[in-house]
């Protein structure tokens, strides 16, 4: 999760803007642009010294250049013709070559690091990951979000929480459209409703495979949930429980790591001692997520696709697409599988 924003209702026909276009935009009377940017400052660090490293020898290159060019015509006294076309030739080098430096020493844009953000995700991964029942992770993050929000509001004394001045303010601070998430300190339900969309339950709801475990045990697999919590590092907590027919829970955590590339993580499965490689292939927060893993032990490969929902209600639709999907991915029809719906296991 290297980041992502809302750029609002985009009309039809209308290009949406990447962040670096909206960056260079002069502060408007628009609504902000809210950027959730989770990415850890020492990568950052990493990053921008890379590419300093990398320009390093260039610019090296380009300062001998100049120098050696500004030095190896000596102009001859009494040649007033010959000097003044030497004089000429440097003059050109020397443009050249500051140009070069310009060129060289100009940085790709970056989403600037949010400090805020990235203490609040750390707070949060060590307060409420620790917590057993669901219920509690919940209403814990819900009350984190809210007191990072400004808190909770009257209805009668909404008029008092100027949380559009807030904004605007921000806004001019920052003398930019586009506000890290981490600052806004007053904030409404859709300023909540980002940062806490973040994490969250998931409804297992469709499951395709054509692992041997999987075509032999198919039939009596229902929906599981999964509680998917990030990381102050960007990796991925996933929790995931299934009820049993017999009332009991199977139950499984893993530790996705982040990757270079957004949406990737892998893992090594304590339980089924087996490399995971997993890819976010397509998500929409409030809605639904299609995770696409391929799985090795022992040298055997093998494809899983699962379909996440946040109700275990998935449209005709989304079955459709995921169904398309997984045949594209080599799974076999017979082995792609909208899961019967179950109850939630009880808390832990």
Request: net charge neutral; proline share 4%.
């Amino acid at each position: 999760m290297d980041g992502f924003y809302d750029p609002g209702k985009a009309r039809s026909g209308q290009r949406v803007l990447t962040l670096e276009d909206l960056s260079k935009q002069p502060v408007n009377q628009r609504r902000p642009v809210i950027a959730i940017n989770a990415k850890p400052l020492d990568t950052v660090s990493v990053d921008q010294s890379d590419e300093r490293q990398q320009d390093s020898p260039t610019e090296t290159r380009t300062a001998s250049v100049l120098s050696s060019k500004g030095t190896t015509r000596t102009p001859s006294k009494g040649k007033s013709k010959g000097r003044k076309e030497d004089e000429k030739l440097r003059d050109e080098d020397e443009s050249k070559a500051q140009q070069e430096v310009a060129t060289v020493t100009e940085k790709p844009w970056m989403l600037p690091y949010d400090a805020a953000f990235h203490a609040l995700v750390t707070e949060a991964t060590k307060t409420i990951l620790p917590l057993h029942a669901e219920s509690e992770q919940y209403s814990a993050l819900a009350r984190l979000v809210s007191e990072v929000m400004g808190g909770a509001v009257e209805v009668d004394r909404q008029h008092d929480f100027l949380w559009e001045l807030h904004l605007s303010e921000l806004r001019y601070e920052l003398q930019s459209n586009i506000i890290p998430i981490g600052q806004i300190r007053k904030g409404t339900y859709y300023h909540r409703a980002l940062l806490y969309k973040m994490a969250g339950k998931w409804w297992a709801v469709g499951f395709a495979t054509n692992a041997q475990w999987f075509v032999k045990r198919k039939g009596g697999m229902k929906m599981g949930t999964s509680m998917m919590l990030p990381t102050a590092r960007g990796d991925l907590d996933i929790s995931s429980a299934m009820r049993n027919a017999d009332g009991s829970c199977w139950r499984m955590t893993e530790l996705a790591k982040k990757t270079d590339i957004p949406g990737r993580f892998t893992f090594t499965s304590q339980r089924w001692n087996n490399e995971n490689d997993m890819r976010v292939v397509a998500v929409q927060y409030d809605d639904f997520a299609l995770i696409h893993t391929i799985k090795t032990k022992h040298g055997v490969t093998d494809v899983l696709n699962k379909l996440y929902s946040r109700t275990p209600e998935v449209s005709a639709d989304l079955q459709k697409k995921f169904m398309q999907f997984s045949l594209d991915t080599g799974i076999l029809s017979g082995n792609i599988v909208i899961l019967p719906k179950n109850g939630e296991c009880a808390e832990a």
